[in-house]
């Protein structure tokens, strides 16, 4: 989830990281769901492995948007979060990204693309970004091939 973390700072999006626990821990992650909307949060990105309750269970708490990162696990490598994350029950969405890093980074980018919906200099961010995306897979080109 680091990953997130420097996204959402490179940004300078305001964040929070907290460790919290469906399984281990459910009244203080129902805690955190249910005061989610009145503390301002804008969305929730939450990383799990091996059963993945954790988004679906923030999602069936609050109507923050929730964006679900597997984490990769030791035996199945994350699949198995991927499966219990995406498959969430008509009427409690969880917008559910890739596996492990590029999940976690995605999942910032998104959060950013929601928040810059509202906000104009956050949107010119996002663009230079995107920019700097394009002119890092153009430089990619090998010398001599044609592109």
């Keep these: 989830m680091q990953h997130a973390a420097q996204i959402l700072a490179e940004f300078g999006v ?11 821990m459910p009244d203080d992650m129902f805690r955190y ?12 990105i939450a990383g799990a492995g091996g059963a993945a309750h954790l988004p679906g269970m923030l999602a069936a708490k609050t109507v923050v948007p929730v964006l679900g990162v597997p ?23 969880v917008a559910t990204f890739a596996i492990g890093a590029a999940g976690a980074a995605n999942a910032a980018l998104f959060a950013v693309a929601l928040l810059a919906n509202e906000d104009p200099a956050l949107r010119e961010k996002l663009l230079a970004y995107r920019t700097r995306q394009t002119e890092a897979a153009r430089a990619m080109t090998l010398p001599g091939v044609a592109g």
């Excluded at 305001?14 to 281990?24: F, L, N, T």
């Excluded at 989610?36 to 929730?44: D, V, Y």
């Design 71 to 93: 984490v990769p696990s030791k035996h199945l490598q994350g699949v198995d979060s991927l499966h219990s994350i995406v498959q969430m029950p008509k009427g409690i969405p």
């Design 14 to 24: 305001p964040h929070e990281a907290q460790v919290v626990s469906a399984h281990r």
């Design 33 to 44: 769901a249910e005061q989610a909307a009145a503390r301002g949060l804008k969305a929730i």
